[in-house]
């Protein structure tokens, strides 16, 4: 099984890119268009953006803007391997993990922490 942390641009970036690689399929059911896993694509978890320092707020008024971490965010679960190129991050500490899979076991490699979701 294989894991995939992966960071865009935006949401329309990675939808593209996950139809591209047939992650993310279309399929018509009676008559109407869903969108499905491709074949031996367990999971598909949109993270999205990720908040690092939330909001200050006085009553119901914004008074900081939060502050979000670069990118949009998915985590992809497959018996198929791809290729996401720079789109593949290995964050210090993810915000999502798959059930049964710590996240050691989903980086059982030495992580490079120089990578541009680093601070994810």
């Known amino acids: 099984m294989n894991i995939f942390k992966l960071s865009y641009r935006d949401?329309?970036?990675?939808?593209?890119?996950?139809?591209?690689?047939?992650?993310?399929?279309?399929?018509?059911?009676?008559?109407?268009k869903h969108?499905?896993?491709?074949?031996?694509?367990?999971?598909?978890?949109?993270?999205?953006?990720?908040?690092?320092?939330?909001?200050?707020m006085e009553g119901m008024e914004v008074i900081t803007e939060p502050i979000y971490a670069d990118g949009y965010h998915y985590d992809v679960?497959?018996?198929?391997?791809?290729?996401?190129?720079?789109?593949?991050?290995?964050?210090?500490?993810?915000?999502?993990a798959f059930a049964g899979h710590s996240t050691k076991e989903e980086f059982p490699y030495e992580p490079n922490f120089n990578s541009i979701a680093a601070d994810i």
């Open 11 to 32: 949401k329309e970036q990675a939808l593209a890119d996950l139809k591209a690689k047939g992650i993310l399929v279309e399929v018509e059911f009676n008559g109407e």
């Open 35 to 56: 969108e499905a896993y491709g074949s031996g694509v367990q999971a598909v978890v949109e993270i999205g953006l990720i908040m690092l320092t939330p909001p200050v």
């Open 77 to 96: 679960m497959s018996d198929n391997t791809y290729d996401f190129g720079s789109n593949l991050v290995e964050p210090k500490n993810p915000k999502h």
